[in-house]
């Protein structure tokens, strides 16, 4: 990660933290209108980020139709989320250990991810890392792809959405948002990436996030690290 973005999900990581200062978001769900936009890349960056700022923190692949991230992090991609929701493994068998922070991968790709995503088991599996970890921060599918990202919402505290600049189109943008809205889920921030800084080669990420309707209320867990 370059120091342009470093900072900037320092930054991110900061705004999260002072959403709600007595009450911060512990269960961060980060999902994109469509894929190829930057939000695997964004979770991974950002539970870094947390994780540097002294919080304990593990990273959920909670997408179970195109997972990445065990070929990103050089991990065993053949048990994670499904064997736990499934009953075939616990948590402590299915985490592995990134740099600074936990990883539970996908595990096997199953028939029915959405039905998964949205199960009593997938809850329980979330709010037991809440009991273990400050910070969870759940990778998901794109919101106009699939319903994945909507229907697990509904465990987050807070959900960031990521857009590319100069592909995301507004439409595109505004149906991801309103599917957010249709199940009352907690947009706390949008995610541009890829933006060209004048007079430089780098990329950065921008955030814009607004005010939040309200946390979760799943506890504030340990202080913040900034």
Same mark, same amino acid.
């Given at each position: 990660t370059?120091?342009i973005w470093s900072?900037?999900y320092r930054?991110?990581?900061?705004n999260?933290?002072?959403?709600e200062?007595d ?11 469509l894929?190829?936009d930057g ?11 947390i994780?540097?700022g ?6 959920v ?6 997972p990445s991230?065990?070929k990103l992090?050089g991990?065993?991609p ?9 009953g075939?493994a616990?948590?402590?068998e299915v985490?592995?250990?990134?740099a600074g922070?936990?990883v539970i ?5 199953p028939?029915?991810?959405s039905?998964l995503?949205g199960?009593q088991?997938?809850g329980?599996?979330?709010?037991s890392?809440?009991e ?9 599918p794109? %919101?106009l /792809? =699939?319903?994945?990202?909507? $229907?697990?919402? !509904?465990?987050?505290?807070?959900v #960031?959405l990521?857009?590319?600049a ?5 439409t595109e943008?505004?149906?991801a948002?309103?599917g %957010?809205? /249709? =199940?009352?889920?907690?947009? $706390?921030?949008? !995610?541009i990436?890829?933006?060209? #800084?004048?007079?430089?080669?780098y ?9 939040p309707?309200r946390?979760r209320g799943?506890g ?7």
């Amino acid at each position: 990660t370059s120091p342009i973005w470093s900072e900037s999900y320092r930054k991110l990581r900061t705004n999260l933290s002072y959403l709600e200062p007595d009450n911060p978001p512990r269960t961060l769900l980060v999902t994109s209108a469509l894929p190829g936009d930057g939000k695997t890349i964004t979770a991974l960056n950002l539970a870094a980020s947390i994780a540097q700022g002294g919080r304990s923190t593990v990273l959920v692949e909670a997408d179970l139709r195109r997972p990445s991230v065990s070929k990103l992090l050089g991990l065993v991609p053949d048990v994670g989320v499904t064997n736990v929701v499934a009953g075939k493994a616990t948590i402590d068998e299915v985490t592995q250990a990134a740099a600074g922070f936990d990883v539970i991968t996908s595990g096997p790709i199953p028939p029915n991810p959405s039905e998964l995503l949205g199960s009593q088991a997938f809850g329980r599996l979330i709010d037991s890392l809440l009991e273990k970890y400050e910070n969870v921060v759940i990778d998901t599918p794109p %919101l106009l /792809a =699939v319903t994945d990202a909507a $229907v697990a919402s !509904v465990v987050a505290d807070a959900v #960031i959405l990521v857009c590319q600049a100069k592909r995301t189109r507004k439409t595109e943008l505004r149906r991801a948002l309103l599917g %957010l809205r /249709a =199940v009352d889920a907690n947009i $706390v921030g949008v !995610v541009i990436n890829q933006i060209s #800084i004048p007079g430089s080669s780098y990329y950065q990420y921008s955030y814009k996030t607004p005010t939040p309707r309200r946390t979760r209320g799943r506890g504030a867990g340990g202080q913040s690290g900034e």
